[in-house]
């Protein structure tokens, strides 16, 4: 239970996360204020009890804050007896709050505007508690698919939700011009240069830069990703961040929009892959998965730090992160794959020992086949439905 205390002008002012607040309400009409901000100096707990009795390491924290009016106020814990200390400020967006929240070494900020109950918020918005525990991620997962399921529901409300997202369906279909064109454009250059250059030792390293060039994620990822990273600028010039029932409303609209520009990217990456040779998505003891597969999973990833990167420093540091949830992603789909053909060879071997009569060779390949475009469907809707969430939580900036 955290409580959170300021007093500004004779104003006493209490509140609580998840709940609505009067006192806070009066404070921002008083201040003629949109949104407030209140971030702890340190990580609560005993650390920042001990910074409450050093007046020196206070005014070392506070200068690391902005310029502009800050207000001292105080964190109360349930169990906790004695406040601890933070700073309140007002009209500050989220974003701005995570990097001063970040520069103060603290997790999480309580954040909220009138009418609304205050939300807490943590920092790095792309990590979830316990981010490494499977039922976090696997709830994470369906919830998305959930999600996507009703987003094809409502497919329909596609040239609203293009208009929503303040642009024109002509924008959007020029946009699904442009990326298509380049696809094909891009694979038939990167096919015609690997021709025309041979595969001789001198001009290995040149064939193999094209090929990574032209990769079939990288075209659409990045066109696709910038056209989003302008509809999400766009957004953040609105006068104060979303409430989480406010995003909530808007996601409905947005969503649909979302679905058709994946949608983009798959096919731009089927018509890459169709008209190039790629690079090997083979481990030797894991096997090959589809290059369509690979190629999309990977698209998918890298859309997030190219749409909603501010500078080059988040862009790398997302970029990282995203690229490491790609390779374990094509990872997992390798290595279900690998289990799943285990698991039918046994089966088909306990099969040809206990009937009385001979499997037909081709009856087996074309059940094997069959399960195994199963299971990368299936695997690959999972890996697709924590993509689409973490796409949600990212895209939504909450």
Not at 37 to 65: D, H, Q, S, Y
Not at 297 to 316: E, K, Q, R
Request: aromatic share 10%; glycine share 6%; proline share 4%.
């Amino acid at each position: 239970m955290i409580e959170v205390r300021v007093e500004i002008d004779g104003l006493a002012a209490a509140a609580t996360p998840n709940k609505l607040s009067n006192d806070f309400d009066r404070l921002l009409d008083q201040q003629d204020a949109e949104s407030f901000v209140f971030i702890p100096l340190a990580e609560p707990g005993k650390r920042l009890r001990r910074l409450a009795n050093k007046p020196t390491a206070m005014a070392r924290k506070k200068a690391k804050l902005p310029t502009g009016d800050w207000y001292d106020g105080e964190f109360w814990h349930k169990n906790n007896r004695d406040g601890e200390p933070g700073v309140l400020a007002f009209n500050i967006r989220r974003r701005q709050a995570r990097e001063i929240s970040a520069a103060l070494g603290v997790t999480q900020f309580l954040w909220g505007t009138t009418g609304a109950p205050v939300e807490q918020h943590a920092v790095k918005i792309f990590e979830e508690t316990k981010k490494h525990d499977w039922k976090i991620m696997r709830r994470l997962a369906f919830k998305g698919l959930f999600n996507m399921a009703s987003t094809v529901r409502n497919i329909a409300a596609l040239p609203t939700a293009v208009q929503e997202s303040q642009t024109s369906m002509q924008r959007f279909w020029q946009l699904v011009a442009v990326v298509l064109g380049l696809a094909i454009t891009a694979g038939a250059v990167q096919s015609l240069a690997v021709a025309l250059l041979g595969s001789n030792a001198s001009t290995a390293w040149l064939t193999s830069f094209i090929k990574v060039l032209f990769y079939p994620f990288v075209i659409p990822a990045v066109l696709v990703g910038v056209y989003l990273r302008v509809l999400a600028r766009k957004g953040e010039q609105d006068s104060r961040d979303f409430t989480a029932a406010e995003a909530e409303n808007n996601w409905h609209k947005v969503a649909p929009h979302l679905l058709a520009l994946w949608m983009l990217c798959w096919a731009a990456v089927f018509l890459l892959s169709s008209v190039q040779s790629v690079p090997g998505t083979d481990f030797p003891f894991l096997g090959r998965t589809n290059d369509v597969t690979t190629s999309f999973i990977v698209c998918v990833w890298m859309l997030l730090p190219i749409a909603n990167s501010n500078n080059f420093d988040t862009l790398v540091r997302s970029a990282l992160e995203t690229a490491v949830a790609a390779v374990v992603s094509i990872f997992m789909i390798k290595l279900s794959l690998y289990v799943t053909n285990l698991l039918t060879d046994t089966l088909w071997g306990i099969a040809i020992r206990m009937l009385p009569f001979d499997i037909p060779e081709r009856l087996q390949q074309i059940v094997n086949f069959f399960i195994n475009v199963g299971a990368e469907v299936f695997f690959v809707a999972i890996l697709l439905g924590y993509a689409w969430t973490r796409t949600r939580q990212q895209f939504m900036r909450l």
